[in-house]
């Protein structure tokens, strides 16, 4: 069965810095893999995926996932951080059985001034 | 404005009480499929469908029902059998249309409180 691990709930980062939230899935088969974000008592908003092609795969808001199959991981960054980019992001793999998702536990970020 | 819509935002149920929640679409998806969230353990699948009339169980079924009497419909009833169902629930739909790997779109979800 499939399994997506997000290691760290909660991440802290200063306005400007890095943004690095991780994303491992286990899986024989290469999923396609997802990241949504969800800001407080809102729905989930789609910010990238990646299905097949280029590993490197760039969303919306400045943020970037690399796909590496022999880590087995598809972490997402942003060069710089900004004060809009708090809230609570999450992984998720599709193996292709109608289109249905399986989400990691989910990471908080925090952008501190 | 193409989208999900669910209702009502915010929900209160007191115990031994069945309540329905809705979910639309007007984006002419095929599939179509109810999550309810935790603080912690992220998006855990309740039901999903496919098509009219047919649906299936997810990982955590026990306790709700759905139904799927229209493509652009899909209600989900959190029945008294349902132990712990304070929750925030959220709907999605996806369009299957011959390949695997189509996103979902989230509806705004709905926020249950059982009393």
């Known amino acids: 069965a499939q399994s997506v691990t997000q290691l760290g709930s909660h991440v802290s980062v200063s306005e400007g810095a890095l943004v690095l939230l991780r994303c491992n899935y286990s899986?024989?088969?290469?999923?396609?893999l997802f990241w949504y974000v969800q800001y407080p008592n809102q729905g989930l908003q789609l910010l990238l995926k990646y299905t097949t092609g280029a590993t490197l795969v760039k969303g919306i808001n400045g943020f970037e996932a690399e796909f590496k199959k022999s880590e087995t991981s598809f972490h997402l960054t942003k060069p710089s951080a900004h004060m809009s980019d708090a809230a609570e992001y999450f992984c998720a793999a599709e193996t292709g059985t109608a289109s249905k998702l399986t989400f990691g536990t989910g990471t908080r970020l925090q952008v501190t001034l | 404005d193409g989208g999900i819509t669910q209702s009502p935002k915010y929900l209160f149920r007191k115990e031994g009480q069945n309540v329905t929640l809705s979910c639309e679409q007007n984006l002419n998806h095929d599939a179509m499929y109810w999550y309810r969230q935790d603080p912690g353990q992220g998006l855990r699948l309740i039901y999903y469908?496919?098509?009219?009339?047919?649906?299936q169980k997810g990982d955590i079924a026990e306790g709700y029902s759905v139904s799927r009497e229209k493509k652009e419909s899909f209600p989900l009833t959190v029945t008294s059998a349902q132990k712990n169902p304070t929750a925030f629930y959220l709907c999605a739909s996806s369009s299957l249309s011959g390949v695997a790997y189509n996103e979902q779109f989230f509806g705004p979800g709905t926020r249950l409180t059982v009393l």
């Open positions: 469908s496919q098509i009219v009339n047919d649906f």
């Open positions: 899986s024989s088969v290469p999923p396609y």
